[in-house]
């Protein structure tokens, strides 16, 4: 192959890194995901650079250069490397410690296509799941890595960055008058990319319903589906707003009802029926991390999604209607 060839592939896994998120190939579409990833300045950098990271390393090491250009291998880094923006204060430190994760989270993804691959399962978003675990735990240890106190200091931030415009147009968003739940599934959205604001959430869910519909709906089906359950239940729904755990609903409506199922009204249907089992674990799984002062972040939506793929292998009359 050319270099020109390997140049234009490593172009391409850039932004498709970030379309697979949201399981997506439309290049506008990532080019909105990259956009909203820097409206928190940093989180953006560490994301952008954790995903040239991966890919170069994933080029150098010899690994399939048109499935690093699918993106497959550079979203989870690019979660990484968001996840670890966001929590710590930029350093060379953190741009170490991005090195590191980026490397760890593309060894992971390689070794996990290897494992579960041969039941042609996807790993998801697990790689990163793993990767950020490790260095959270790690980085405790860190005594050079500063806290980040931007969510703190967020108008400060805003100020230096755009001065009082951007001041304005934060608290014109933020101050939007929209029903609580309405409210919550957009900071739920934005939460998946990091950027826990309401203006992160109303673009990507424009650009959803830009690009594809079908996704659109599934995640308002999926997250009101958790929203109503958790309300029949008696469970606490002020844990969807300042946990931004309602992703998972949204991600995993997606994935079932339609991009790993053929879209239908079966796989509508499981989509409402799977939501509440999501819920449980979810719920579950606050509890047991809480011990290890861990978040869980996508854990449900890729152990739900794994086992639902994985027991539709023993059908004994498999359909693609479902």
């Given at each position: ?128 799941l793993l ?113 931004y755990i ?34 449980m674990i ?41």
């Amino acid at each position: 192959m050319k270099q020109s060839d390997d140049i234009k592939l490593f172009l391409k896994a850039i932004p498709n890194s970030y379309g697979q998120v949201f399981f997506s190939d439309q290049r506008l579409f990532a080019g909105i995901l990259l956009v909203v990833t820097f409206f928190d300045l940093y989180a953006g950098v560490f994301g952008l650079l954790s995903v040239i990271i991966t890919n170069l390393v994933g080029f150098l090491l010899g690994f399939d250069k048109k499935t690093i250009s699918k993106g497959v291998f550079g979203f989870n880094s690019l979660l990484v490397g968001l996840g670890l923006g966001v929590y710590f204060e930029p350093s060379l430190y953190l741009v170490l410690v991005i090195l590191m994760g980026a490397i760890l989270t593309l060894l992971i993804a390689v070794s996990l296509q290897g494992v579960i691959g041969k039941y042609a399962l996807p790993y998801l978003s697990i790689p990163f799941l793993l990767s950020i675990w490790v260095m959270t735990l790690a980085t405790k240890e860190f005594t050079a890595l500063g806290i980040s106190e931007r969510g703190i200091y967020t108008f400060n931030d805003l100020y230096t960055i755009g001065g009082d415009p951007l001041v304005r147009i934060y608290e014109w968003w933020n101050d939007l008058q929209l029903p609580k739940s309405l409210r919550v599934y957009f900071i739920s959205l934005g939460a998946i990319l990091f950027q826990y604001n309401l203006l992160s959430g109303i673009i990507l869910s424009i650009g959803l319903l830009l690009f594809s519909r079908i996704s659109f709906s599934l995640s308002l089906i999926g997250f009101y589906t958790a929203y109503l359950f958790y309300e029949i239940i008696g469970a606490d729904i002020s844990e969807l707003s300042y946990s931004y755990i309602g992703f998972n609903y949204i991600l995993t409506s997606i994935a079932i009802g339609g991009f790993f199922i053929i879209p239908s009204k079966r796989s509508y249907l499981w989509v409402v029926l799977l939501i509440p089992i999501v819920a449980m674990i979810t719920i579950s799984l606050s509890r047991v991390f809480a011990i290890f002062s861990l978040p869980f972040y996508s854990l449900p939506f890729n152990l739900v999604v794994l086992l639902f793929l994985y027991a539709l292998k023993f059908r004994l009359r498999p359909s693609v209607k479902l």
